[in-house]
């Protein structure tokens, strides 16, 4: 099945569909297909153990019905970007990218994702760089999670960038892991998506047919589902540098070193001449089908001077327009409390940044 | 489904197979070269107890396919001594009482030269976050910090001596 958001989103309702069947108490908002994939699959991890412990005596035997291995598959490795692209337009909807695989091997091993061909951008190396041009900062799609935390230049601009790399999987996983892969991929519990909707960052995709450049917020349609077609690959990530009186930060609460977050809080604020705030940018991670940008909180901010009060009620705003589900990591209660906390310490941090 | 013939480079020597796409490294490694020491713990790229080198970067070999490494240099816990003499990291684990089961070892070992080569003089909290990949469910990690801490004042001393 290939529908405009992609093979995956047809290899995710399969899944779901197996995933709800095992679970102990039935998500009542499995009633739809669309809906198997929201809630409880956020976290691949987190589903895995949830299957894993769920009876399987109706399903036959562990070693078929939890398989460690991912299915079969067909793998190539491009020599270039162009190559890539026109393995992925012959194999229209069959074939998925391989950036870092931390990510995508998990799902895999699940049968969460059984594409035909994987094609590993391992040797596409012009992908990796990090570089400045103009008023905006160029990510390539392959650059290392870690790549971006000891990147000095961005890290100086942007501290929101070191926080948010900083606080991705462990060491091993930042090593390999890539900001496209992550982008891509789009799991609401992953970081960078919040971060680069509170930058109002670019997403640069590219297909045989030519490029699009497609503002993040917008990019994350739903739970693994994004703007990108199944022919494209994320190229590039376009950050705008801040100007004078801008600071950013990125709250996450983790339950262990390492974890997804169970909610994330990204702010990027700049405090004009008049000491109010000129720009907001507030992105929250694992509180919604998708990453999103609280809206409602930005205009609460806009245009208003920085107070404790002003902050204490944007949190809130941010917190009532999250939709969190319970799941391991919490009930949805619990997590709004949450929004409201992380938004404030980002909304906090941010401002002693902004001020220098 | 095709196999691929694919070259690697583990711990010094040459080696090839022929693998399918699905195969995973650390499976090549146990599996294909019978090098065993690299462990599979959680299998979900959560514990560290695959942990090997890839080029001189660490990596969870259970979460990366040996496809993917093909011609690569790898390295794993079996390239660490140097013949009948430990790796100072393997001395510090025995000396430190860095181990109980031991399952977790290798990973921990792979991570921690890893780590060291990066930072050759790590504090405490700085050792920690370096291994936080890697769990131990048997010491507290305690004698594990003095383990890497006793490796590091010996690698340390070694290049200064050189």
Redesign the interface.
């Known amino acids: 099945m290939v529908t405009k958001k992609g093979v995956v989103a047809a290899n995710f309702v399969d899944a779901g569909t197996k995933r709800a069947d095992t679970r102990a108490t039935p998500d009542p908002r499995a009633a739809t297909s669309y809906c198997l994939l929201a809630g409880p699959i956020a976290n691949p ?1 987190h589903t ?1 153990i949830r299957w894993w412990n769920a009876p399987s005596a109706a399903e036959g035997t562990w070693r078929n019905d939890r398989p ?8 190539v ?1 491009p020599v270039d970007l162009g190559e890539a692209l026109r393995i992925l337009k012959e194999r229209e909807g069959d074939a998925k990218v ?1 950036s870092g ?2 990510s995508l ?2 799902l895999m ?1 699940l049968r969460l994702a059984q594409p035909a061909l ?1 094609v ?1 951008l ?1 040797d596409v190396t012009d992908l990796d760089g990090i570089s400045r041009v103009g008023d905006e900062f160029r990510i390539g799609g392959r650059a290392t999670h870690r790549r971006i935390l000891e990147d000095a230049a961005l890290g100086a601009a942007l501290p929101i960038m070191r926080d948010a790399a900083a606080g991705i ?5 930042r ?2 892991g890539t900001i496209g892969g992550s982008v891509a991929h789009a799991d609401p519990a992953a970081d960078w998506p919040a971060v680069l909707q509170a930058l109002h960052a670019s997403i640069v995709v590219q297909s045989v047919d030519g490029e699009r450049v497609v503002p993040a917020r917008g990019f994350f349609v739903d739970t693994f589902v994004t703007g990108i077609e199944p022919t494209e690959i994320l190229t590039e990530i376009r950050i705008p540098v801040p100007g004078k009186g801008s600071g950013g930060s990125y709250q996450k609460l983790e339950r262990r ?2 974890d997804f977050s169970t909610v994330g809080c990204a702010v990027q604020l700049t405090i004009g001449g008049d000491g109010r705030i000129s720009q907001i940018g507030i992105g929250l991670t694992a509180v919604g089908d998708a990453p999103f940008a609280a809206t409602k909180a930005e205009d609460a901010l806009r245009g208003a001077k920085p107070s404790a009060e002003i902050f204490r009620e944007a949190a809130g705003a941010a917190s009532r327009q999250s939709r969190p589900a319970d799941d391991s990591h919490g009930p949805a209660e619990y997590k709004r409390a949450m929004v409201t906390e992380m938004t404030t310490r980002a909304l906090d941090a941010a401002l002693v940044r902004a001020k220098g | 489904m095709t196999t691929h013939h694919i070259r690697v480079t583990v711990n010094g020597t040459e080696r090839e197979a022929d693998v399918e796409p699905r195969l995973l490294l650390v499976h090549l490694l146990r599996e294909n070269f019978g090098l065993t020491g690299t462990h599979v713990g959680c299998d979900t790229s959560n514990c560290g107890a695959c942990t090997i080198h890839v080029n001189g970067t660490s990596a969870k070999s259970c979460t990366m396919l040996a496809v993917q490494a093909d011609g690569t240099d790898i390295k794993t816990i079996e390239g660490m001594a140097d013949g009948a003499t430990l790796h100072p990291l393997q001395q510090a684990f025995w000396d430190q009482h860095g181990l109980q089961c031991g399952f977790c070892t290798p990973g921990m070992i792979m991570q921690s030269a890893w780590l060291l080569g990066q930072n050759d003089d790590p504090t405490e909290d700085e050792i920690r976050a370096g291994i936080s990949g890697n769990l131990c469910r048997c010491t507290g990690y305690v004698n594990i910090v003095k383990s890497i801490q006793q490796a590091a004042g010996e690698l340390r001393a070694a290049g200064q001596a050189e």
């Open positions: 991890t895995f460690m291995i991912p299915p079969a598959f067909d793998y490795r391989l695989g931390f091997l998990p091993k994987l590993d391992r999987g462990d060491p091993q996983i090593n390999w070193a390492g």
